[in-house]
């Protein structure tokens, strides 16, 4: 993270002497008054189509091919790949593991310059929504001694020119920026999130775990489910965590069909869908959404909660998972939280899964 920066007008010991009244009249150079007003002030007068402008340069999509391009020859050899590169992992831009580095360098060490730093951080947060960027900065450095330390990239294809995806991953992480070039898919392919903030073995009500809210949610509505209900929705054994490639056509999701809530229980399934989405900028959560409605929407889909991993044995289901046609959200919080999602708008949609 960049340093803090102060304002010498708030901290008159960097100049060497007190501040009183009599210095109030000084002269301010152009430099300081930039520095005492703040660039937001100064935008405010500018012209509304220089400030567009800048917000659109700002895009994350547009920091990615700015990324690109400020990369050496050498950087690109490391980090910079064909579109549809191979390695012994396979199809490099299709693979998602729970604790993982796409590539060698870490964002925080020398291997990048601090202009390129700045970028990633800011393409980073600029992939989530402003009121989620502390509960991130929190997992970060529970899971990973904060930002940058253990988190790597990689770019694929060529920004600006064509297809591209940008991957950042690490522990409890995977997360991508596409432009919404890869075919089908939301997120630009599969996601990963997760938060151990208590250890690796959380308590029961998972103290400090930015996500588990999420899972408050779903329980709210297992609740909400009569006795049969409850039957079907609720399975003795949890699948593996990173079981989320989409089912074959005249397969059936586990737990309990959408078709079987009630309106009441349906409005509250929204509900814990807008929660799931919530974290993430609003263009992805649109994708995600128009991909989920392209195989029928929720109604097409089933809500599981499983036995296994119930934490305290106190029947606030741990591990429960949200599945449709071309749809896996996969929620595991036992021993503490990983969160699988695997969206698109067709089961063809093939990914690599490596818990």
């Not at 965590?241 to 005249?250: K, L, T, Y």
Request: proline share 4%; hydrophobic share 35%; net charge negative.
């Amino acid at each position: 993270m960049k340093a803090k920066s102060t304002c010498r007008d708030c901290h008159a010991e960097e100049n060497h002497q007190p501040l009183n009244d009599n210095k109030k009249t000084e002269r301010v150079s152009r430099r300081r008054f930039v520095q005492s007003v703040g660039v937001t002030a100064i935008a405010a007068s500018l012209p509304h189509v220089l400030i567009a402008k800048e917000n659109e340069a700002a895009t994350p999509e547009n920091l990615v091919e700015k990324l690109y391009h400020s990369l050496s020859d050498e950087q690109r050899k490391v980090i910079a790949f064909p579109w549809d590169f191979t390695d012994e992992r396979g199809l490099l831009r299709t693979y998602i593991s729970n604790n993982w580095h796409i590539t060698e360098p870490r964002i925080n060490s020398n291997f990048y310059t601090s202009d390129q730093k700045d970028i990633i951080e800011s393409l980073f947060f600029g992939l989530y929504q402003p009121d989620w960027h502390a509960s991130l900065k929190k997992q970060l450095q529970d899971d990973a001694g904060g930002y940058g330390k253990q988190q790597s990239i990689a770019i694929f294809g060529e920004p600006g020119n064509d297809k591209f995806e940008f991957v950042m991953t690490g522990r409890h992480l995977t997360i991508r920026c596409d432009g919404n070039s890869t075919d089908h898919t939301a997120f630009g392919g599969p996601i990963f999130y997760g938060h151990a903030a208590q250890g690796f073995d959380e308590a029961a009500d998972h103290p400090g775990n930015v996500y588990w809210e999420q899972a408050l949610k779903a329980n709210a509505l297992y609740q909400m489910l009569d006795g049969k209900q409850r039957d079907v929705a609720l399975i003795e054994v949890q699948p593996e965590e990173a079981d989320v490639n989409f089912r074959s056509e005249g397969k059936s999701f586990p737990g309990i069909a959408v078709t079987e809530l009630s309106s009441d229980q349906k409005e509250h399934l929204q509900k814990i869908l807008e929660s799931l989405l919530a974290p993430y900028r609003t263009s992805d959560q649109d994708e995600a959404l128009s991909c989920l409605h392209a195989q029928g929407g929720l109604e097409q889909c089933a809500l599981s909660f499983y036995k296994e991993g119930d934490i305290g044995n106190d029947g606030v289901w741990d591990v429960w998972r949200l599945e449709g046609p071309s749809f896996v959200w996969h929620f595991r919080g036992s021993p503490h939280v990983h969160v699988w999602v695997n969206i698109a708008n067709s089961r063809d949609v093939k990914i690599i899964a490596v818990g």
